[in-house]
């Protein structure tokens, strides 16, 4: 995908969520996604891989050098700068030498595979100084971190004045003037990248008017990492297939770039990528629902596969970013709340659509043979829905047995904790009583 006159400078993914990393196989296999999504930038930092964050002291081992290395040259081929974040906040000492070196030397062993952008993450820590000497030494903790932030970035830029660096800081979201915010970009290197995620941590706006208010306090253009369609912590049980909206059209033109933070399934995380790569390369002519659909004919040529992965992604349109109901499911509960006589039809029609698609998606012969088995959980539950929907138009069920029917359909919904249509279906019960 060709870039716009109005694309995004920095456009990609930053692997950053908690949970299990994607694989280095999978990383491989994205790179070649990415650059068709006409991204130009993949930052691998996932925060439960022990090298990015735990184990930030110890270098990294001849496997890991060995991958890295890998990527960056892949992606160098493929038009993708790779890099990698580290996340000292846990433990480290800001006015401490030996840390500042043991990092250094951890990016420095990056640059020798080939890296130029670095990315230091200060988030998801404590908000107060712990060691006695920085306590001594700082008023503030965000003072110890631009002062470690500086140290890092012009020892960089010394061995190659080409590096660019990027941090995310302590506190990485708000609207409005943020004192610590003020107080970081006033210390930190100009040319230093601040991350935000916007005005809360999953953002369901992304707009030029909280850009420019950061701007005025960071003193530089925000850096945008959109918490889109990231699942992890209290949103593992839900999966965000939907495309990337409400990021303003104009919003390019008050960034540095933006990176999209991906869910822990790596092949669900490929359709709504897609969306935000195609927002990125054009934000100006960008149509949620025409890339959802550009997404899913070019992700998957083959009707048959196109067809089931449309009828199972309705049922996870809804994000913290969107709330989006099945609109099938909507169609149907209309019908049933007007007493059209094609009610029952269309449900049969979902039911067989259904089946058909789950067949289709656990077959050897699906674009994606891996996809069934990292979002099992989510297609079984994806399976009960034909019961839900099997019920709703039993013809046995009479006016008095409309609350036994209900209770059925709940116990199907509360089977565990996967979801899936669940707030569209449980306000239809709630009508129906």
């Known amino acids: 995908m060709e870039a716009a006159s109005d694309a995004f400078a920095l456009r990609g993914v930053i692997e950053g969520f908690y949970g299990r990393p994607w694989t280095h196989q999978n990383r491989l296999i994205a790179i070649d996604y990415f650059a068709n999504f006409g991204m130009n930038l993949y930052i691998v930092g996932p925060k439960d891989a022990a090298w990015q964050r735990t184990d930030w002291r110890s270098s990294f081992s001849d496997t890991f050098i060995a991958e890295a290395a890998e ?11 790779v890099t990698f974040s580290i996340s000292p906040g846990l433990s480290v000492v800001y006015s401490s030498v030996a840390d500042r070196k043991l990092l250094l030397d951890k990016f420095s062993q990056l640059a020798e595979c ?6 230091l993450m200060w ?7 712990q060691d006695p000497n920085d306590i001594e030494k700082y008023t503030y903790i965000e003072d110890g971190q631009s002062e470690f932030s500086n140290w890092i970035y012009e020892c960089l830029i010394a061995k190659n004045p080409d590096s660019k660096f990027s941090i995310c800081p302590m506190i990485y979201w708000g609207r409005g003037s943020n004192a610590y915010i003020n107080q970081i970009g006033k210390n930190l290197h100009p040319d230093i990248n601040i991350m ?12 030029s008017v909280d850009a420019q208010t950061f701007a005025r306090d960071a003193k530089r253009k925000p850096f945008y990492w ?3 369609p990231v699942n992890n912590l209290s949103l593992k049980h839900e999966l965000h297939l939907g495309p990337v909206v409400n990021r303003e059209n ?8 933006l990176v999209a933070n991906p869910m822990n399934q790596f092949w669900a995380s490929l359709l709504p990528l897609s969306t935000v790569g195609r927002y990125l390369s054009s934000p100006s002519s960008y149509s949620p629902e025409k890339a959802w659909e550009i997404s899913l004919t070019e992700l998957f040529p083959k009707r048959e596969d196109r067809d089931a992965m449309r009828t199972f992604s309705e049922c996870f349109l809804s994000s913290p970013i969107q709330n989006a109901g099945n609109p099938r499911l909507t169609e149907i509960f209309t019908h049933y709340r007007n007493s059209d006589a094609c009610a029952i039809d269309a449900t049969k029609n979902l039911i067989h659509e259904i089946e058909k698609s789950y067949e289709r998606i656990i077959s050897i012969d699906f674009n994606w043979p891996d996809f069934a088995i990292e979002v ?6 994806f399976l009960k829905l034909r019961e839900i929907l099997m019920l709703i138009i039993d013809e046995s069920v009479g006016i008095l047995d409309i609350e036994q029917r209900n209770s059925k359909i709940q116990e199907i919904i509360d089977t565990d ?3 899936v249509c669940r707030e569209q279906i449980e306000e239809f019960l709630y009508e129906s009583l």
């Open 71 to 81: 990527l960056v040259t892949k992606g160098k081929m493929k038009g993708i700068e």
């Open 114 to 119: 080939g890296v130029t952008h670095f990315c």
């Open 123 to 129: 988030d998801d820590i404590d908000w107060d100084l």
């Open 196 to 207: 935000w995620t916007g005005r809360q941590i999953r953002s369901e706006y992304i707009d």
């Open 226 to 228: 959109d918490n889109f």
């Open 250 to 257: 104009n919003l390019s033109q008050h960034t540095v770039g």
């Open 376 to 381: 099992r959980p989510w297609l079984d539950k």
């Open 417 to 419: 904790r996967f979801i």
